[in-house]
C-alpha cells in the first residue's frame, strides 16, 4: 500500500464535514504541487471529484471567490445535491458552461486559499503543502512560461497579501512534503493529538480511530 493509499483509506474514515461529503482541502502556495497531489489523491480514492480553485477566481477577483464557492458548490453539497459551478476561462476572461460537482464520499478542493476562515467550516481535513513560497512560485513561473512573468508579478503580491490576512498553514491538519517518489505526511499545526486521533508512525498520516 502507498502513502496515497494509506491517505486515502484515513480520509475516507473521517466523518462528513458537508451534507454527506467530506470536503477535504488541498492548499499552499502557487507553484507547490496541490495539482498534482490532488490528482493523484482523487486516483487512490476511485477517481473522487476535485474543485479547483483557479476555476472559480478571475483576472479581477484572485481571491473574492467565497461567495461563488458557497452559492454554486457548498451549499449544494450540504443537503447532498451536485453542485453546478461556472468554470472562469483565462483566455476569454469570461465563465463558461456549468460542470457538475456530484456530493462523492470525498470531494477535493484545491488551490490557494482552500483552507481560509470561510470554508474551514465546510471541511474534513485541510492539507497543507510544505514548500516555502519562493521556490513553489520559482516552479510555478517555470512552468507557465515568460509570457505569463507580468501575471505572476501581480500574483505573487495578491498571494502574499491574502496569507497575510487569511492564513491557512496554523490551522492545516496535514503538512505534506513531497519527495523524489510519492509524500511525506506530517502532523499540522492544528493537530493535538487525543483519544479520538493517532500518529500512525508508519505512514506519518494522522488518521480517526
Known amino acids: 500500500m502507498t502513502?496515497?493509499?494509506?491517505a486515502a483509506h484515513a480520509l475516507l474514515r473521517l466523518p462528513p464535514s458537508c451534507g454527506p461529503v467530506r470536503l477535504v482541502a488541498v492548499d499552499g502556495h502557487a507553484g507547490s504541487g496541490k495539482?498534482?497531489?490532488?490528482?493523484?489523491?482523487?486516483?487512490?480514492?476511485?477517481?473522487?471529484?476535485?474543485?479547483?480553485?483557479?476555476?472559480?477566481?478571475?483576472?479581477?477577483?484572485?481571491?473574492?471567490w467565497t461567495?461563488?464557492?458557497?452559492?454554486?458548490?457548498?451549499?449544494?453539497?450540504?443537503?447532498?445535491?451536485?453542485?453546478r459551478y461556472r468554470p472562469y476561462d483565462w483566455n476569454r476572461r469570461d465563465f463558461g458552461e456549468p460542470r457538475a460537482l456530484p456530493p462523492a464520499p470525498v470531494v477535493l478542493v484545491e488551490g490557494v486559499g482552500a483552507g481560509r476562515k470561510a470554508v474551514r467550516p465546510f471541511l474534513a481535513w485541510l492539507l497543507w503543502m510544505e514548500r516555502g513560497p519562493e521556490e513553489s512560485w520559482t516552479r510555478g513561473r517555470r512552468r507557465d512560461g515568460p509570457e505569463q512573468a507580468d501575471f505572476w508579478d501581480?500574483?505573487?503580491?495578491?498571494?502574499?497579501?491574502?496569507?497575510?490576512?487569511d492564513?491557512?498553514?496554523?490551522?492545516?491538519?496535514?503538512?505534506?512534503?513531497e519527495r523524489p517518489e510519492g509524500y511525506?505526511?506530517?502532523?499540522?499545526?492544528?493537530?493535538?493529538?487525543?483519544?479520538?486521533?493517532?500518529?500512525?508512525?508508519?505512514?506519518?498520516f494522522l488518521s480517526v480511530n
Open 167 to 177: 492564513p491557512s498553514r496554523p490551522f492545516a491538519d496535514t503538512l505534506v512534503r
Open 35 to 64: 495539482s498534482t497531489l490532488a490528482a493523484r489523491l482523487a486516483t487512490a480514492l476511485g477517481d473522487a471529484p476535485v474543485l479547483h480553485l483557479d476555476d472559480l477566481a478571475t483576472h479581477e477577483e484572485l481571491f473574492a
Open 3 to 6: 502513502d496515497l493509499d494509506r
Open 184 to 204: 511525506d505526511w506530517l502532523p499540522g499545526p492544528s493537530v493535538t493529538a487525543g483519544p479520538d486521533q493517532i500518529i500512525t508512525q508508519g505512514d506519518g
Open 67 to 83: 461567495g461563488r464557492l458557497r452559492h454554486q458548490v457548498l451549499e449544494p453539497l450540504s443537503r447532498g445535491e451536485t453542485a
Open 154 to 165: 501581480g500574483w505573487t503580491l495578491a498571494e502574499t497579501r491574502h496569507f497575510a490576512q
